[in-house]
């Protein structure tokens, strides 16, 4: 079965590389659902104005390091592949709020979302292999969310025209319906002149991610999830 699935998986990554065609504006605009958290708080996320330019399903995992002293996880970061739901979404609203968990169950289901996995070539791309499972087709891939080494988190949609890019701060945080689930968050341009085109985004949709209650020791450990991330210019 791994065997099969490694090999789906390069298949699928020969056949799928093709670019997007040029897309309609996201001008149906689905509304950002807000609606759904308890949206108070020290930090609640604020109102969208206008269109999000992207609407992104980004799965992979929120990584934590035990602090030995507090005997809790301390997050560390997270690394996401970030996929095109944009103009899906926008023709499947139903799906807006379960989105992010189908996808997070396909990873869930592959062997090399387990570590280790007879997979380990493939293992950074076990987010494509869970994509190309997607029905009725796999997005295009938008780009990559990660943390900086010194902890900025970072969003580079190197597949969108003109490359969108963010580094980013977090200016908003409120729990997600399910204690399941990691904080829907708002984030926004930490200010840096590298970033472009887009300003701000907002995770919501969470989809696991969420740490152990304690610890013990010093070890780090990785804990997939999925979201949707709406980006605003
Ligand atoms: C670990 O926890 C202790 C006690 O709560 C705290 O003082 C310390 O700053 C924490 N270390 C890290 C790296 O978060
Ligand atoms: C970790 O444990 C410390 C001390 O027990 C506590 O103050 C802190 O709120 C805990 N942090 C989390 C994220 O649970
Ligand atoms: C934004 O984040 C980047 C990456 O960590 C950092 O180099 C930069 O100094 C930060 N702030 C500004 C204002 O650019
Ligand atoms: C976490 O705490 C619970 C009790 O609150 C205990 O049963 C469990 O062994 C602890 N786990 C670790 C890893 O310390
Ligand atoms: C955590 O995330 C980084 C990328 O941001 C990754 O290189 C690392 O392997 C991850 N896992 C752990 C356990 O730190």
Redesign the pocket.
Known sequence: MAIFLCVLFILSTLFSSGHSLPRPPFNETPTLPLAEVANTGPSPLPSPSGRPKYVAVGLGTQNYTC?A???????TGALAQLFDATLYLAAHRNQIPSMPQTYLSLYNALPCSKSPSPCVAQDDRCEGLANSLFRPRPMNILGEHYFTSSGTPTFDLYDAPGRPFMFSKKAGVVPAPSADDVDWLYLTSNGSSENSIISSVYRVETAGGV?P??CSGSGSIEVPYAAEYWFYR
């Open positions: 602090n002293t507090s005997g809790n996880y301390t997050a740490q209650k304690n």
